[in-house]
């Protein structure tokens, strides 16, 4: 009888086990996909920054000159 308990608490502990690996890899690779988010993130804030910049704004201003300057 005690055997039988036994083996079920190892069965349990192995099927623990497993899922807490299984799980552990799961937080590894959300981890590793907000880094990947964060990077586009401030990839996308430098962009805009760049296209809010004034000195864009005003190279664009000058490129609008008419032909005739």
């Not at 990077?39 to 809010?52: G, R």
Request: charged share 30%.
């Amino acid at each position: 009888m005690a055997d039988n308990k036994i083996i079920a608490l190892e069965e349990k502990i192995a099927h623990i086990q497993h899922m807490l690996e299984d799980l552990n890899m799961v937080v590894f690779r959300q981890g590793e996909t907000i880094e990947n988010l964060n990077n586009h993130i401030k990839e996308l804030k430098e962009k805009l920054e760049t296209l809010k910049s004034p000195q864009s704004t005003q190279e664009v201003i000058n490129d609008d000159k008419p032909p005739h300057y």
